[in-house]
């Protein structure tokens, strides 16, 4: 790919982003994108093969970005500190996108009828489930998490902090992302069945 073929498609994605986040939920078309990206249509076509393949792109640059950011944070020796990083990594990416300082495809109607989202919605989840359950495998491994069994109960934090996330993105939880973060990792760790520690 060259230099202008690599600004081209990202002028696409920069659009298609604007017009998602000021599309008052109606819907978006690629004539929209191509006003705002000032390209033409040729040039859609040549980096996407339809407005769902461009949604897809983007949903994949999305979930990629924040798993690199959740294993930065995760990035600490101390398993207990790795999850709960993660947990409030992750609910912080809904309450900026909530509050318009991230923009993000989920709850887009544009995504949720893409063709092919459900298998791209799969991968997201397998590869934030693998990660967690690494964390676990560690907790196991000293023992800060004793009762684990890393991959089904990876399953199970997964689907709790996946719903946790969406009342957050939606605005259906009135709990800061600090407080949701604090109860599922709660809920995780007596499940795990970490030790308390000691109040300081």
Not at 69 to 81: G, H, I, M, N, V
Not at 136 to 148: A, I, M, W
Not at 158 to 184: H, I, K, P
Request: glycine fraction near 6%.
């Amino acid at each position: 790919m060259t230099w202008t073929e690599s600004s081209e498609r990202g002028r696409i994605m920069e659009a298609a982003s604007h017009c998602l986040a000021t599309g008052e939920r109606r819907g978006v078309s690629v004539t929209d994108i191509l006003a705002a990206s000032g390209l033409s249509t040729r040039a859609f076509y040549r980096h996407f093969r339809s407005k769902d393949s461009l949604l897809l792109a983007m949903f994949r640059r999305d979930y990629e970005r924040v798993l690199a950011e959740l294993r930065d944070a995760a990035a600490t020796a101390c398993p207990r500190r790795a999850l709960a990083n993660w947990v409030e990594g992750m609910l912080r990416v809904a309450t900026e996108a909530r509050e318009g300082r991230r923009v993000m495809l989920l709850g887009s109607p544009d995504l949720a009828s893409a063709r092919g989202f459900t298998a791209e919605a799969a991968r997201a989840a397998t590869a934030h489930q693998a990660a967690l359950a690494e964390i676990l495998r560690r907790g196991r491994d000293d023992g800060s998490f004793p009762l684990t069994d890393p991959e089904p109960d990876a399953k199970a934090i997964r689907a709790a902090l996946q719903e946790t996330f969406t009342e957050l993105l939606s605005g259906a939880s009135t709990m800061s992302a600090d407080d949701a973060a604090a109860e599922v990792t709660r809920f995780a760790l007596r499940a795990l069945g970490a030790v308390p520690q000691p109040a300081s």
